[in-house]
């Protein structure tokens, strides 16, 4: 086979205390990259990329999120 589909992806440790789940958009470009942000240090975890609705649901659905914050 020459492309393969991907089993699953990766699941990264989310802790809801010390980190919050936010969208990174780019005012230019309009790209959205779904992660995490430590609320002490500030640091960024990225998980992926959100290229439409799809994929924010699907991230929603794999972290148990109602609503993730946006940050521009």
């Known amino acids: ?3 393969k589909k991907k089993k699953s992806e990766p699941v990264i440790e989310f802790d ?3 980190q919050q789940a936010i969208l990174k ?3 230019c470009t309009g790209e959205q990259v779904a992660g995490f942000k430590d609320r002490q240090t ?3 975890t990225e998980v992926m990329l959100i290229r439409n609705e799809k994929d ?3 991230f929603k659905e794999q972290y148990q999120l109602s609503e993730v914050a946006k940050e521009y």
Do not use: N, Q, V
């Open 42 to 44: 500030g640091h960024f």
């Open 16 to 18: 809801r205390e010390t």
């Open 56 to 58: 924010l649901d699907r």
């Open 25 to 27: 958009c780019s005012i």
């Open 1 to 3: 086979m020459l492309f």
